[in-house]
């Protein structure tokens, strides 16, 4: 059974960083491209950041391009992603994705399995 667990969340300033993680059970993300998205409620989920199995080809929400990274650790079966210069805007739940099959990778019906997510808030 695929299992994805977020972590890392949390309530943060503006201008703070947080890191998150996913790690992964039952499923193995070196094959695989994976990916992170937010929601806030009352609007749908919106593509963050996604990067390739091996981690060479890495794609951003224009919203978030310059501040955050996203990468991985085959080896740990986990997925990051490192928040920075975090914004009021930034505030919502946080999702992890795997196992990508579709286009484009911002969409989520491009992704199969998902974590429970974990929730950012940002305060000005």
């Known amino acids: 059974q695929v299992q994805l667990v977020e972590s890392g969340g949390g309530s943060v300033q503006a201008g703070g960083s947080l890191r998150l993680s996913c790690g992964a059970s039952?499923?193995?993300?070196?094959?695989?491209?994976m990916g992170w998205f937010r929601q806030v409620p009352g609007k749908e989920r919106e593509g963050v950041a996604s990067i390739s199995s091996g981690g060479s080809t890495i794609g951003y929400a224009d919203s978030v391009k310059g501040r955050f990274v996203i990468s991985r650790d085959n080896t740990k079966n986990t997925l990051y992603l490192q928040m920075n210069a975090l914004k009021p805007e930034d505030t919502a739940m946080y999702y992890c994705a795997a196992h990508r099959i579709g286009n484009p990778w911002s969409r989520p019906d491009a992704f199969r399995y998902w974590g429970q997510g974990t929730q950012v808030t940002v305060s000005s």
């Open positions: 039952g499923y193995s993300i070196s094959t695989y491209s």
